[in-house]
T-cell receptor, first 109, second 113 residues
Framework: GQNIDQPTEMTATEGAIVQINCTYQ??????LFWYQQHAGEAPTFLSYNVLDGLEEKGRFSSFLSRSKGYSYLLLKELQMKDSASYLC??????????WGAGTKLIIKP | NAGVTQTPKFRVLKTGQSMTLLCAQDMNHEYMYWYRQDPGMGLRLIHYSVGEGTTAKGEVPDGYNVSRLKKQNFLLGLESAAPSQTSVYFCASSSDREVTPQHFGDGTRLSIL
């Protein structure tokens, strides 16, 4: 079967750095997406990786290792507004997105 | 700047009732999707469409029907609602199915009593 694993919840301090991991086992791989979802709101796109390596976008970076079936999202200089759920999604061989359950990130002052 | 608009935002139904969830996008996207989101689970694809007049089943299609009569609209129907269909429903759209991200509506919170 297809499976995406992420930690359920993480806590970090304002101004610090946090890394959210995602491991996957899917039928094929055509890319990995990270989305942010604030409580009661729609998911919004953060990053996309299809090749191994690090993609940097401001305070957010995303890393992919296809051989290990592993990705992480790195958030730097954490702000209170970063409190949200972070969703990992893998595009399988049919180009359908398989979604993880999300990691709820709690930022403390 | 509407993007993807879903109506209604909230609805309470009784078991056995029917209803239609509406999704409209103004980005001229070919691809549209209906997901449900339940606590502790990832988003699950119900149905999707690759263009006007087309629909296809996703991971959890049972109990739902869809129609895409116009490119900008994608309708999700529940013919006979069941408590197991209590969920938050998200509509999304994308310009293609490969590298471009999906854009989501704000969701419809549906409770079946």
């Amino acid at each position: 079967g297809q499976n995406i694993d992420q930690p359920t919840e993480m806590t970090a301090t304002e101004g610090a750095i946090v890394q959210i991991n995602c491991t996957y086992q899917t039928s094929g791989f055509n890319g990995l997406f990270w989305y942010q979802q604030h409580a009661g709101e729609a998911p919004t796109f953060l990053s996309y990786n299809v090749l191994d390596g690090l993609e940097e976008k401001g305070r957010f970076s995303s890393f992919l290792s296809r051989s290990k079936g592993y990705s992480y999202l790195l958030l730097k200089e954490l702000q209170m507004k970063d409190s949200a759920s972070y969703l990992c999604a893998v595009q399988d061989s049919n180009y359908q997105l398989i979604w993880g359950a999300g990691t709820k990130l709690i930022i403390k002052p | 700047n509407a993007g993807v608009t879903q109506t209604p935002k909230f609805r309470v139904l009784k078991t056995g009732q029917s209803m239609t969830l509406l999704c409209a996008q103004d980005m001229n996207h070919e691809y549209m999707y209906w997901y449900r989101q339940d606590p502790g689970m990832g988003l699950r694809l119900i149905h999707y469409s690759v263009g006007e007049g087309t629909t296809a089943k996703g991971e959890v299609p049972d109990g739902y029907n869809v129609s895409r009569l116009k490119k900008q609209n994608f309708l999700l129907g529940l013919e006979s609602a069941a408590p197991s269909q209590t969920s938050v429903y998200f509509c999304a759209s994308s310009s293609d199915r490969e590298v471009t991200p999906q854009h989501f509506g704000d969701g419809t919170r549906l409770s079946i009593l």
